[in-house]
């Protein structure tokens, strides 16, 4: 199979030397890369700026922006048969770049910002072939919000992750997800590693594709 991944976060530039970004570690999309070979798969791992190390055995591709995610993700989506989405993208990017390193002035400074591009929505409207997986990262109303995602940007499955418990989610060694699937389908798994996750993930996207799922 080939499995794309993206994981991280993206980094938005202010100036030559500042930018807005998140907290997201890259840990759970390099563990999903990690097993995904480990089992044998033709992986592409594509990172926004992270401290990890690079996974053997996979094609890694790094980016900085959600502009220049978005370009590789097309790049190497078309003969993908899982895409799993794990990269924290940022939502909104400054409207300018400033050239150099701004200067900071006793006055207010009001940063203006613009929407990214939705890479996971934009591969949801697309005729594809492949099996679709997006990580939504809530703190209030979970499930509630996973679903509305799941369906909104067209996805086969959803994993949803509440990011307001402290030592979970974002920038932490464990989480606990629960996935659900276009069909209705639900599991939960419960506060684990990362790639022990990564493991329980990929099985369960597999097991669909037998399904007839895609
Ligand atoms: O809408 P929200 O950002 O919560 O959706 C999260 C999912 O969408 C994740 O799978 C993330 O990788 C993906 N995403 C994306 N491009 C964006 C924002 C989110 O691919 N600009």
């Known amino acids: ?24 570690s890259g840990r759970m999309g390099y563990a999903l890369a990690s097993v995904a070979a480990g089992w044998g798969h033709d992986v592409t791992l594509i990172s926004g700026s992270v401290s990890l190390e690079a996974v053997p055995g996979t094609r890694m591709i790094y980016v900085e922006t959600a502009a220049e995610m978005l370009g590789e993700v097309l790049g190497a989506v078309t003969d993908a048969d899982v895409v ?7 939502d909104y990017r400054p409207v300018t770049e400033f050239p150099g ?18 890479i996971l929505g934009r591969l949801g409207r697309h005729e594809r ?14 499930l509630d919000n996973a679903r509305a995602k799941l369906k909104s940007k067209n996805l086969d499955w959803i994993v949803a992750n509440n990011v307001g418990i402290p ?48």
């Open 129 to 142: 072939r492949y099996s679709l997986v997006g990580f939504a990262a809530e703190t209030e109303n979970v």
């Open 1 to 24: 199979m080939r499995v794309l991944v993206t994981a991280g976060p993206t980094r938005e530039r202010i100036d030559t030397v500042r930018y807005i970004s998140n907290r997201s």
């Open 167 to 214: 030592g979970r989610g974002f920038d932490s060694e464990e989480n606990a997800v629960t996935m659900i699937s276009r069909k209705g389908e639900m599991h939960e798994f419960g506060l684990q590693s990362k790639s022990s996750l990564a493991v329980k993930i990929l099985s369960t996207v597999f097991a669909g594709l037998g399904d007839g799922d895609r």
């Open 84 to 90: 799993v989405m794990c990269a924290a993208v940022s």
């Open 101 to 118: 390193k701004l200067k900071k002035t006793d006055r207010r400074l009001i940063l203006e910002l613009e929407r990214t591009e939705d």
